[in-house]
């Protein structure tokens, strides 16, 4: 893990974002509540919330953090809902630390989304989370919204390593 114990304490805030591509049929039983597994939409604020708390747990390195608060919600499309649409699924999280809470609220909200594709794939077997980003920190060192455009895609990294440089493939599958 980074060192962070010089690192001062401060107010720490960011918000994720992601969507989650859906049917028309699905999207008109969520609006009415009427899904055979229940409540999708409660269930995935819960399980973003969980999520965010445990991200620690999923993510090797991340530190574990105090969370101050965790609010997930999820905006159904506007308007008719025969062609389908994205709903938008949106994760905040607090924190007064010496490291920002941009993992929690990635993790929170992608945990909410696949929630929510658990809860309706009976229904809707083509749904498709995408778009999963930070759209806003706050506290340390770099402060205020995130450019909601993706970066570029760049082009690997082939050079020589550096001195004092180590590297060993790692097969995951041996794990």
């Known amino acids: ?5 010089a690192k001062p304490v401060t107010a720490r805030a960011a918000a994720a974002e992601c969507e989650l591509r859906v049917g028309g049929r699905l999207l008109r039983l969520l609006r009415d509540a009427r899904l055979p597994k229940g409540d999708a939409l409660t269930v995935a604020q819960l399980a973003g919330a969980l999520g965010a708390k445990r991200t620690a ?28 649409g994205a709903l938008r699924v949106r994760c905040e999280a607090r924190a007064t630390g010496r490291t920002g809470v941009e993992m929690e609220a990635l993790t929170g909200c992608a945990v909410a989304a696949l929630a929510l594709y658990d809860m309706c794939k009976s229904v809707d077997r083509s ?13 340390g060192r770099s402060d ?8 570029p895609l760049r082009a690997p990294d082939r050079s020589p390593l550096g001195e004092g440089e180590t590297y060993a493939p790692t097969n995951v599958m041996h794990f």
């Open 1 to 5: 893990m980074v060192d962070v114990g």
């Open 57 to 84: 747990d999923l993510i090797p390195l991340c530190h574990p953090l105090a969370l101050d608060v965790v609010r997930v919600r999820v905006e159904l499309p506007r308007g008719d809902c025969a062609a389908g």
């Open 127 to 139: 749904m498709r989370i995408s778009e999963l980003r930070v759209v806003h920190k706050s506290g």
């Open 144 to 151: 205020g919204a995130v450019s909601p455009a993706p970066p």
